[in-house]
């Protein structure tokens, strides 16, 4: 977040375009509005600030947590490393904040501070709302009473249903996700962000991935499931990253699960629909339906 009193002068570091191509990094451009104190002494205002991000989604709730940080920091004197690196710490300690860069002071009255912030792939049920994850497992701020919509369509929901009221510690942000069952079910949010395009993303609806099972209803291995509006439930198989012999690959699959939207919308009113396999079809509802 580069913090500046002059927007035309403030100069980007070479390694953040780069970022922003290969990670889909988001990065703030902070503009901080000119003053100078007594004797000609310059600095800048952090609660004077414009906020410039080409991110797909940013929550609202973390452009108000980026602010508060902002405010509280005040009017820093332009030559004050200390206040200044108080501020990118500051920064660092919030939950959605993956990385801060290197401080760059613009004189005489401008700062440029580069954030990377993490990018949600999932949301976790924290009691009756929800938070958004990121891909490394870390737990992001933004309470929301649905799940949160993102990238054209809804961010998928980390199963089994129920699973955070089976701990005296509900999930709070900052916290990584350990649970082997929100391990694997976030495995596979990820790859459906890469793999599955904005439309069937849309088409698909909420979603939530329950990988409590290891076993499909049919016993054999991987027991993945997504379980949509309307009753409907994706029989997905092993959860991505592991090798196994003679799996079928993840694009595959989430191909599979583009054809049975297209299905869908094309009048076939499945209730189960298996992609495990090369050539996806239904599977009998007293499979896996009746299984909870």
Same mark, same amino acid.
């Given at each position: 977040?580069?913090?500046?009193?002059?927007?035309?002068?403030?100069? *980007?570091?070479?390694?953040?375009?780069?970022?922003?191509?290969?990670?889909? %990094?988001?990065?703030?451009?902070?503009?901080?509005?000119?003053?100078?104190?007594?004797?000609?002494?310059?600095?800048?205002?952090?609660?004077?600030?414009?906020?410039?991000?080409?991110?797909?989604?940013?929550?609202?709730?973390? &452009?108000?947590?980026?602010?508060?940080?902002?405010?509280?920091?005040?009017?820093?004197?332009?030559?004050?490393?200390?206040?200044?690196?108080?501020?990118?710490?500051? /920064?660092? !300690?919030?939950?959605?904040?993956?990385?801060?860069?290197?401080?760059?002071?613009?004189?005489?009255?401008? /700062?440029?501070?580069?954030?990377?912030?993490?990018?949600?792939?999932?949301?976790?049920?924290?009691?009756?709302? %929800?938070?958004?994850?990121?891909? #490394?497992?870390?737990?992001?701020?933004?309470?929301? =009473?649905?799940?949160?919509?993102?990238?054209?369509?809804?961010?998928?929901?980390?199963?089994?249903?129920?699973?955070?009221?089976?701990?005296?510690?509900?999930? !709070?942000?900052?916290? *990584?996700?350990?649970?082997? &069952?929100?391990?694997?079910?976030?495995?596979?949010?990820?790859?459906?962000?890469? =793999?599955?395009?904005?439309? #069937?993303?849309?088409? /698909?609806?909420?979603?939530?991935?329950?990988?409590?099972?290891?076993?499909?209803?049919?016993?054999?291995?991987?027991?993945?499931?997504?379980?949509?509006?309307?009753?409907?439930?994706?029989?997905?198989?092993?959860?991505?990253?592991?090798? %196994?012999?003679?799996?079928?690959?993840? &694009?595959?699959?989430?191909?599979?699960?583009?054809?049975?939207?297209?299905?869908?919308?094309?009048?076939?009113?499945?209730?189960?629909?298996?992609?495990?396999? #090369?050539?996806?079809?239904?599977?009998?509802?007293?499979?896996?339906?009746?299984?909870?």
């Amino acid at each position: 977040m580069p913090l500046s009193a002059n927007p035309k002068r403030a100069r *980007v570091p070479a390694w953040i375009p780069l970022g922003i191509a290969l990670a889909g %990094f988001l990065w703030l451009l902070t503009s901080l509005s000119r003053d100078a104190q007594g004797r000609g002494v310059a600095s800048v205002d952090a609660s004077c600030y414009r906020l410039h991000s080409g991110a797909q989604w940013v929550s609202e709730a973390w &452009r108000n947590r980026i602010e508060r940080v902002l405010v509280r920091a005040g009017r820093i004197p332009a030559g004050d490393r200390e206040a200044i690196g108080e501020l990118a710490r500051d /920064l660092a !300690q919030l939950s959605f904040v993956a990385e801060v860069g290197e401080p760059e002071v613009i004189w005489p009255d401008g /700062l440029s501070l580069p954030i990377r912030l993490r990018e949600p792939v999932a949301c976790v049920g924290v009691g009756e709302d %929800f938070l958004p994850v990121a891909v #490394d497992g870390t737990v992001l701020a933004g309470y929301s =009473y649905a799940p949160h919509e993102a990238y054209g369509g809804w961010l998928p929901v980390l199963g089994p249903a129920g699973i955070v009221y089976e701990t005296m510690n509900p999930l !709070q942000p900052g916290d *990584v996700l350990d649970d082997p &069952r929100h391990v694997d079910a976030l495995a596979v949010a990820a790859s459906m962000n890469q =793999y599955l395009g904005t439309t #069937d993303r849309r088409a /698909l609806g909420r979603v939530l991935i329950d990988a409590s099972r290891k076993l499909g209803p049919d016993s054999l291995p991987g027991g993945v499931r997504l379980d949509l509006e309307g009753a409907r439930r994706i029989l997905f198989g092993r959860p991505p990253g592991g090798d %196994f012999p003679g799996e079928l690959r993840e &694009r595959d699959k989430w191909e599979n699960v583009s054809e049975g939207l297209a299905r869908l919308a094309a009048g076939e009113a499945w209730e189960v629909f298996d992609v495990r396999w #090369d050539v996806p079809d239904q599977a009998r509802r007293d499979d896996s339906l009746g299984e909870d």
